[in-house]
């Protein structure tokens, strides 16, 4: 369903800027899958807390994971309100102003209330999708978790259903009078490239790279 | 100062892995420093939002801004708590188990009260250390904001005092018995790189680079 609408309450709804929201499903999935990070946010007692956190996608859900000591896996579990914050910088964005310096990006911001996955096949499931975001084709290659291993975390889902993309994508805004200034103006695309893998050298795997890093590829990029 | 210290309360106490942690003013800003997007964290009636923006550090504090008529920036000038957090992905962590699986990163949250800068030469300067953080050496090349320019949109400032650190580095953890098995584990280095600059063309500048960007860097990097 690639014109499958997300669902636009009013936590989610862009307005400032509206021309650079977008609202489909299939937009979104697009940035989550590409990034590595989110910044998960809760609040405690009226004080705000964004915290990173590797993530996974599976399908309609964000997959999030963490020692069950942690307070915010804890608050999550607690049924506590969630943002989840995912964000792609492309590019830097040089105007003839310092007023129009800006950056190319894109971000997708999910509401909602988190629900911890207790089954441990399920959340067995679960950490397999987080593993294959961050390293595509690796759980083909690593060994699966046993149930003692799931039972030290707590493996979340929130659905990716109450969520906005936005995004600036283009070159510099400029004033009609700026045009004639003799600024270099333009835009310097961003990319995240990996290093040479450096095996950790203690165990008995020869040296060759495992077939997930042969190469290793966001998607998207 | 280097060994200066920062505010450690129980908001920003790292508990969970607490040899990960780092409380030094040199520490943060050295991440500050290098990362391009800020992750900003307000509470609305109980219901969290982050948003992504650029930010810029000017000395002991952090500056944001964004258009007067944004919800973020309303909220700040009203003097709602935030949570700014800061996160650079150093690599991809590979272990011969799923179950540690990581990733290696630095991060930094600041929680607080923003001020609204109202005084126009203040948030003149405050906008120049924004530009400043974007893209080094800038502000000696673009036109200076005008008041008009800086009456359309809010600079707030946020102290950078309690806040914390925490990062992980180093090669996958194990279980001993892992290591009998033929698995790749190790490190893959991530980096931020520039693709090729692309001038607007629209001017009258000619096409040779400006000094800002030979080449681009980042502190840090």
Chains 1, 2 share one sequence.
Request: with cysteine.
């Amino acid at each position: 369903m690639a014109d499958e609408q997300l669902t636009k309450s009013d936590a989610v709804t862009v307005r400032r800027k509206p021309e650079r929201a977008d609202y489909r499903r299939e937009t979104a999935n697009a940035i989550l899958d590409e990034a590595l990070v989110a910044h998960v946010g809760i609040s405690v007692d009226g004080q705000p807390f964004v915290i990173p956190m590797a993530f996974g996608r599976d399908g309609d859900r964000i997959i999030l994971h963490g020692s069950v000591a942690t307070r915010l896996l804890r608050e999550l579990d607690a049924g506590v309100r969630v943002c989840v914050t995912v964000t792609l910088v492309d590019a830097l964005v040089l105007a003839r102003s310092q007023f129009h310096t800006s950056m190319n990006y894109r971000s997708v911001v999910i509401v909602g209330t988190a629900r911890r996955i207790r089954d441990l096949d399920t959340a067995r499931r679960a950490m397999a999708a987080l593993v294959e975001h961050v390293v595509p084709g690796r759980t083909a290659e690593a060994r699966p978790p046993t149930d003692a291993e799931l039972r030290q975390i707590a493996v979340v889902e929130l659905p990716i259903d109450t969520a906005s993309v936005k995004m600036r994508t283009g070159g510099p805004i400029e004033e009609p009078e700026d045009m004639e200034l003799p600024i270099w103006a333009g835009v310097v695309p961003l990319r995240t490239t990996l290093g040479t893998p450096e095996p950790d050298g203690q165990g008995v795997a020869d040296a060759a790279l495992p077939p997930s890093l042969l190469p290793y590829r966001r998607p998207g990029s």
